[in-house]
């Protein structure tokens, strides 16, 4: 695979040139006719547009980690391959523990992508720090914009625990992380402050996302019980999809994907009927991963921690040995209570 197989899947995915999609600079297809031929146009332009030193252009591949192809050594090498010709300036973004796991040597790691695309600036890692109480009191104050007077109170009282250096004592260095602040916020304007582990955040805050999509579009006809169990029925089957999304035997690795009509056959054992795609992503924390071809959708987590969540959750209630899984899946596996919901 070289540089305009990797240039094809990108306009693939974006599918820029469908029929109906946004102009891009004034232009749009017209005719759906037109539609193969522009897309199939679309990948040796793109290449020759990031093939120019203008800096107007940057490619981004954001999530290396979450992305199958290139989570191994000889992926990341292939990767580097289709990337050679490339001249605009390209951005990798992983995370560290991913990076970590492949290279021990990040210095010959940067010189060999350097070197292998000619580039006139050799490559740099810039490595994202936790943040600082600073950045931490930056963000809530922002959401104190926004908040009810009741949300604001908890909000203020999380700021007077983050100055007296008492935050810590109920959720340990999860503040200094975005993703987990921001499960942290939720958390506290809906039910105040407590002691929280990572595991507690993330389900608390599915589960209420599950419960406002309830509210906005009420309990699905397909299925009608009362919300709880619903809610309880989702949780099941997002834990099916993400054991589905697995492959390896001594080596469990996570898989980016799986087919819609896979996911709604997981659903028959739990609903004891079938439920479609439709409704399931409208109720869950799964999402299309590219536009649908043909029959099939392919569908992933929206974010890879929550699908490495089910599937601790999956190794945990069924007590499965999870030696064999991603770090990160351990981790959780570890962080889950006993008696978790």
């Known amino acids: 695979m070289g540089t305009y197989a990797l240039t094809q899947d990108i306009t693939d995915c ?38 120019s030193e203008d800096a107007e ?37 992983t995370r560290f523990e991913h990076l970590s796991s492949m290279f021990g040597n990040f210095e010959a790691l940067l010189e060999s992508l350097g070197t292998k695309r000619r580039s006139s600036q050799p490559a740099r890692l810039l490595s994202l720090t936790p943040w600082t109480p600073l950045e931490v009191r930056r963000f809530i104050e922002k959401a104190l914009k926004s908040a009810t007077s009741e949300e604001a109170e908890s ?51 599915i589960k209420r996302k599950i419960w406002r999509d309830i509210d906005h579009h009420g309990i699905p006809v397909e299925d009608a019980t009362d919300r709880y169990e619903w809610i309880g029925k989702m949780m ?53 991963r590219s536009m649908r071809a043909g029959i099939r959708l392919d569908v992933g987590f929206s974010l890879r921690v ?3 969540y089910f599937l601790a959750r999956h190794l945990k209630r069924t007590g499965v040995p999870f030696d064999r899984y991603p770090e990160g899946v351990r981790a959780l596996v570890k962080d889950l209570p006993k008696d978790f919901e």
């Open 14 to 51: 974006l599918r820029i040139f469908e029929h109906g999609a946004e102009p891009i600079d004034g232009f749009e297809v017209l005719d759906q006719a037109d539609e193969d031929i522009f897309e199939k146009l679309a990948g040796p332009a793109l290449k020759s547009l990031l093939r």
């Open 57 to 93: 252009h940057v490619l981004v591949l954001d999530g290396l980690d979450e992305n199958r192809t290139y989570l191994s050594p000889s992926g990341f090498q292939m990767l580097n391959n289709q990337l050679a010709d490339l001249t605009c300036p390209v951005v990798l973004t």
């Open 155 to 205: 909000l203020n009282q999380l700021l007077r625990m983050l100055d007296d250096g008492t935050l810590k004592g109920l959720y340990g260095d999860l503040p200094s992380h975005p993703l987990f602040l921001q499960f942290i916020l939720d958390d506290v304007c809906n039910t105040g402050l407590h002691v929280r582990k990572r595991t507690e955040l993330i389900g608390s805050w």
């Open 236 to 288: 099941l089957l997002m834990e099916a999809a993400a054991l589905a999304m697995t492959t390896g035997a001594d080596a469990v690795r996570l898989a980016e994907h799986l087919g819609a009509a896979e996911i709604e056959a997981l659903s028959v054992s739990i609903f004891s009927t079938r439920i479609p795609i439709t409704t399931l992503l409208l109720y869950s924390v799964m999402a299309p």
């Open 306 to 308: 929550l699908q490495e």
